[in-house]
């Protein structure tokens, strides 16, 4: 059960923002949100997190609404290597589940020329 | 700064066969994931270690078995392969209770024939 819902594809011109929406609507109060991405099969890397707040580095910045049931992923200004898949993960935290992450199917993003 | 290491990269077992897959890591994390991925999805998790000398299931757990042997390593063994456990496995790593990111490794892609 990966708790979050997310489009399966969009598409994105080179220069231009990509913004990735992600739906949570059962995240829990202590509950963090991730995002990873996956280019071409290799190991997913880790992009953002957050909790409440808005944030932003190198790489991206991540809206969450106030009510945290839903989150924006914006990569300011896509480039070709951008092109991978995006996972929105809610984490799981606490007893037995300590830091486990739940994977859905993610976006496929594409940054065409 | 190798951070995550898998071996083997590639193997091809006949049904039946067993194989171990390796992991390691150099970051001294206190928490190891094994992940599996098949075509299409997104990442479902088999087994993951909260720390050393322990092991916990994931999700897909069934027709495997794990050894947490100390900090930095953490093995992922099938006993009798099947073809239904063609697939890419991941390994990552993380520390529990702080909110960072995961570190995955490169993949093992795994075929059964």
């Known amino acids: 059960d990966a708790k979050t819902t997310q489009p399966p594809s969009m598409d994105c011109a080179e220069g231009r923002a990509a913004n990735l929406p992600c739906n949570h609507s059962?995240?829990?109060?202590?509950?963090?949100v991730y995002w990873y991405r996956q280019i071409h099969s290799q190991g997913p890397q880790y992009i953002i997190h957050?909790?409440?707040n808005n944030e932003t580095n190198e790489m991206a910045s991540l809206i969450i609404t106030e009510d945290r049931k839903s989150s924006t992923l914006i990569l300011p200004h896509a480039t070709l290597r951008d092109t991978a898949v995006y996972y929105c993960?809610?984490?799981?935290?606490?007893?037995?589940?300590?830091?486990?992450?739940?994977f859905g199917r993610g976006t496929q993003l594409t940054v065409w020329p | 700064n190798a951070g995550v290491t898998q071996t083997p990269k590639f193997q091809v077992l006949k049904t039946g066969q067993s194989m171990t897959l390796q992991c390691a890591q150099d970051?001294?994390?206190?928490?190891m994931y094994w992940y599996r991925q098949d075509p299409g999805m997104g990442l479902r998790l088999i087994y993951y270690?909260?720390?050393?000398?322990?092991?916990d299931k994931g999700e897909v757990p069934n027709g495997y078995n794990v050894s947490r042997l100390n900090k930095r390593e953490f093995s992922l063994r099938l006993e009798s392969a099947a073809p239904s456990q063609t697939s890419v496995y991941f390994c990552a790593s993380s520390d529990p209770g702080t909110p960072i990111g995961y570190t995955f490794g490169s993949g093992t892609r795994l075929t059964v024939v």
């Open positions: 270690s909260a720390s050393e000398g322990t092991t």
């Open positions: 993960i809610v984490r799981v935290d606490g007893g037995s589940t300590l830091g486990r992450l739940y």
């Open positions: 970051m001294n994390h206190n928490s």
């Open positions: 059962t995240i829990s109060g202590n509950e963090y």
């Open positions: 957050g909790l409440k």
